[in-house]
């Protein structure tokens, strides 16, 4: 079955660096557009970046400049590699592989925080 394994996490400084990395196995990675989510407690889970299969990626307006989604097709690894954290990036982080006309397939996520 479709597997998504989020690692990378952890606390931060403000203006510091994380790498966030997802490894998927269970279906075939190269083919599926694959993003990063992000939620926090009371909020809705909302889009960070994402990628196509090609390789084309777009990000949310609150983190464009400061991440680089990349992915690795021979290795099945999606990454997020994230710079100049804020206290406001501070979030539960969820991979996920997008489904057309279906409901996306998630990671258990991984926690970053960002003090500042």
């Known amino acids: 079955q479709v597997q998504l394994v989020e690692s990378g996490g952890g606390l931060v400084q403000a203006g510091g660096s994380l790498r966030l990395s997802c490894a998927a196995s269970?279906?075939?990675?190269?083919?599926?557009?694959m993003a990063w989510y992000r939620q926090v407690p009371g909020k809705e889970r909302e889009l960070v970046a994402q990628?196509?299969?090609?390789?084309?990626?777009t990000y949310a307006d609150s983190v464009k400049e400061r991440v680089t989604i990349s992915r690795d097709n021979a290795k099945n690894l999606l990454d997020l590699q994230m710079n100049s954290l804020k206290p406001e990036d501070t979030a539960v982080y969820y991979c996920?592989?997008?489904?057309?006309?279906?409901?996306?397939?998630w990671g258990q996520g991984t926690q970053v925080t960002v003090s500042s």
């Open positions: 990628i196509t299969r090609g390789g084309r990626a």
């Open positions: 996920a592989r997008i489904v057309i006309g279906g409901a996306p397939s």
């Open positions: 269970g279906f075939i990675f190269s083919l599926n557009t």
